[in-house]
């Protein structure tokens, strides 16, 4: 029967790891048991670090929505920001239309429009076609009370489509195009300027081109309020504080309304993405609380207390309350209710209402220096993320110093385990050379025996 050398050799010693007589050993896998126990140790301490780094994947992505969330509470505290927007409606924008600008203040506007500002132009009778020849000669074209400008035709323009090239390279303030249709090709003079001060006037001429006014540049005419306007444009800025208005169409019977209000829908626009971030922010810190159906924790961070912290200082400041803002005193007065889960959900019409009749006081609330809602919970972010001082940045400073010491660790240990190993090599080694030499020495000795019987 064969021996065996820690029950690895078979019954009739046939495996490479038996010790029968000339057999050996199979030192790797002496060797693999031997240090069995100190691997053990290194994966153990490589688990831990897994576990640490998964909770150092988790942080930063809490402080990354938390960072998301600061910016959408400044943007609610932003006092140039959407909640100072302003909104210019009109009662009909078939005539006039508005936008307003930040420096623009509230209020009601009336605006008639007289007529429209036009653009001055002119048009020759047709030729036969943009490239037949012309007369040469000159004529005049004068915009406004700018100096006239001669344009000569000879040899170099003497087509329509040489000429209106001509005419665009002098830069005189005015452009010339080529129109063709079933009569022919025709020479189009259209002023760079609008309203009287571009109105064109042509004169001298010497070729074979007629030319016929087409439009008269006039001036837009408008009152704002009774006030008489004239404008060289249609969009006339200047006249009521921060709002420009668009005119469309002449309507001297009918007077238009521009309401200036703040803008609700950038406000809204802002709210909701407030809620949107805090969501996004408490739900990922839920998560790491939260328990599977097996009874196992769900996230790395489930045991750590500076995100316990972390999640009741944002319900707490999203509890904040105020005094000093009318009737607006917490979230909920504007619609923006707390649910049993820690988020946050918008009651539209609830919001609507209140920006509609109290704008000033949801805004104060939102707004106050020091005792306003947006300004807290930004406070409170920096509480919690700031990189020198805030607790979740400090607890992931504890924690990747924890993660290299166990990477520095690791690192030792398996270093030493090469040694060991490569010691135990050698001598299972030698172990393995003796076993196997053992057939030879018998015969030596027992061939020496006999010799020395005989």
């Known amino acids: 029967m064969a021996t065996s050398l820690n029950g690895l050799s078979t019954a009739d010693g046939s495996s490479n790891t038996g010790t029968g007589l000339g057999q050996g050993i199979d030192v790797q896998q002496f060797v693999t048991l031997a240090v069995a126990g100190q691997q053990a140790n290194i994966t153990n301490l490589q688990t831990e670090q897994t576990g640490l780094n998964s909770q150092t994947t988790a942080l930063q992505q809490i402080t990354t929505d938390l960072n998301n969330l600061q910016t959408a509470a400044d943007a609610l505290s932003d006092p140039l920001g959407a909640f100072d927007a302003l909104d210019a409606t009109t009662s009909n924008s078939g005539v006039v239309s508005a936008t307003a600008a930040s420096t623009a203040t509230s209020g009601e506007h009336t605006v008639t429009v007289t007529n429209l500002a036009t653009t001055s132009s002119y048009y020759t009778n047709p030729v036969a076609t943009s490239s ?38 002098q830069n005189d303030g005015v452009t010339a ?19 009287a001060p571009g109105d064109l006037t042509v004169s001298g001429n010497t070729t074979n081109l007629n030319f016929n006014k087409a439009v008269t540049g006039i001036n837009a005419s408008l009152t704002v309020d009774g006030v008489p306007v004239s404008s060289t444009t249609n969009s006339v800025s200047g006249v009521i504080n921060g709002v420009t208005l668009s005119l469309s169409s002449p309507a001297p019977t009918t007077p238009v309304t521009i309401s200036v209000n703040p803008d609700t829908a950038q406000a809204t626009t802002a709210i909701n993405a407030f809620v949107s971030a805090y969501n996004t922010a408490i739900g990922d810190i839920n998560t790491q609380f939260s328990v599977n159906a097996d009874g196992s924790a769900n996230g790395p961070l489930e045991a750590d207390s500076s995100l316990q912290q972390a999640q009741q200082s944002l319900l707490s400041a999203i509890d904040f309350s105020s005094t000093t803002s009318g009737t607006v005193s917490n979230l909920a007065s504007i619609g923006v209710n707390l649910n049993n889960d820690g988020t946050l959900s918008v009651d539209s019409g609830t919001l609507a209402g209140a920006l509609s009749a109290n704008y000033s006081d949801v805004q104060n609330f939102l707004q106050a220096t020091s005792t306003g809602f947006a300004n807290n919970l930004s406070n409170t972010i920096t509480g919690l993320t700031e ?68």
Not at 135 to 146: D, I, L
Not at 187 to 194: D, E, I, K, R, Y
């Open 132 to 169: 037949t020849p012309l007369t040469t000669g000159s004529f005049t074209v004068e915009a406004g009370s700018n100096a006239p400008v001669t344009i000569t035709v000879d040899n170099t323009n003497n087509t329509l489509d040489e000429l209106a090239a001509s005419i665009n390279n």
């Open 177 to 195: 195009s080529v129109i063709t249709d079933a009569n022919g090709a025709r020479l189009a003079l259209v002023s760079n300027t609008s309203g």
């Open 387 to 454: 990189p020198s001082s805030g607790i979740l940045s400090l607890d992931a400073s504890g924690i990747a110093q924890s993660s290299s010491d166990l990477a520095s660790q690791i690192s030792d240990l398996q270093a030493a385990l090469v040694v060991q190993e490569q010691n135990l090599t050698l001598i299972y080694a030698q172990v393995n050379d003796t076993l196997q030499q053992l057939p030879l020495l018998e015969a030596q000795t027992n061939t020496q025996l006999s010799s020395a019987g005989g």
